[in-house]
Every structure is written in C-alpha cells, then in structure tokens.
C-alpha cells in the first residue's frame, strides 16, 4: 500500500482539522496516510513517502507557524532535493492580511518548486474570511485531486 503523508504546519489546529478531515478521503483511495505535526527532514525524504500533502497555515506576516518553522529552514539550509517528491498543498490564510494571505503556503510552494519537488494540480487557498470551516473547501478539493490526478490505487 502506497503511503501519503500530510504535513501539518497549524497554530490553533485549522490546518490539523483539515489533515483529520481529508485522511479517510486517502484511505478510500487505497493509501496508508500518516499525519505529521511536527515534520523533519526525514519524514519528508524518507523512502517510504510516496506522496505528501501539506496543509499549512499562516501566522503573523505571511510567517509559518511555530515548529513548522524549523521544518521548513530544514528544508532551505540543508537543500535535500526533492526530485521524487510529488505534492499538493493547502494553504490557510486571511486574505484581511492583504499581501500575506496565505504566505507561508506560497512560501512553501517556491522552495519545494525550488528543491526539484512536483506539485500535482494547482495549490488550495483557503480564505478564513470567506470560509468558517476549512473543511468545507478542503474536502473537495481533495476528492477532485484524487481523481484529477489519478490518485487511486488499483
């Protein structure tokens, strides 16, 4: 069974709900899912990571939240190439923060763009001034990424 894992940079668990939300839409696709809160390098170059969702939030000024923080300088300092890697991505903003809505989801676009990583479809905004529940436009999403993408496993 192939093996999806969904990063999860949260502050006040929109992002975490989102992960919980979408998981059983992986898992009726025939993938093993693990969620993970607090990513490291090795979680994401790891052999065994067939595919990688990334539900991220944006704090302050377009910044990533707290320990998603050090995950993604990881990722920058260390520059592990990610060539194999294929992804989507949902980011969570406010679009009342004008220029950094959604910032550190865009922020996290360009640098796996950057280490070689493929993005499967477009990237997810999520405007917490337009949407109350995340889910409700997370979900979806997702069930037109699966198929889109031809997700499923035979």
Same mark, same amino acid.
């Given at each position: ?7 999860? %940079? ?16 992986? !898992? /009726?696709?025939? *993938? !093993? ?26 704090? /302050?000024?377009?910044? *990533? ?7 993604? =300088? ?18 969570? %903003? ?8 959604? %910032? ?14 493929? =993005?499967?479809? !477009? ?6 001034? !337009? ?9 979806? #999403?997702?069930?037109? #990424? ?9």
């Amino acid at each position: 069974m192939p093996m999806l894992k969904i990063f999860v %940079g949260t502050m006040y668990g929109g992002a975490l709900d989102v992960a919980e939300q979408v998981k059983p839409l992986f !898992e /009726g696709a025939g *993938y !093993e899912v693990a969620i993970l809160e607090n990513p490291s390098l090795d979680d994401l170059t790891a052999p065994d990571t067939d595919l990688a969702l990334f539900c991220v939030s944006t704090t /302050g000024s377009g910044d *990533y939240p707290g320990t998603f923080a050090n995950f993604a =300088r990881a990722i920058a300092d260390q520059s592990p190439g990610l060539s194999s890697l294929r992804y989507g991505l949902i980011a969570l %903003g406010d679009s009342s923060y004008g220029e950094t809505f959604c %910032g550190a989801g865009r922020q996290l676009d360009e640098l796996l763009e950057g280490q070689g990583a493929t =993005r499967l479809g !477009e990237r997810l905004e999520i405007d917490a001034m !337009e949407t109350f529940m995340a889910d409700d436009a997370a979900l979806p #999403w997702v069930e037109a #990424w699966i198929d889109t993408q031809q997700l499923k496993v035979a």
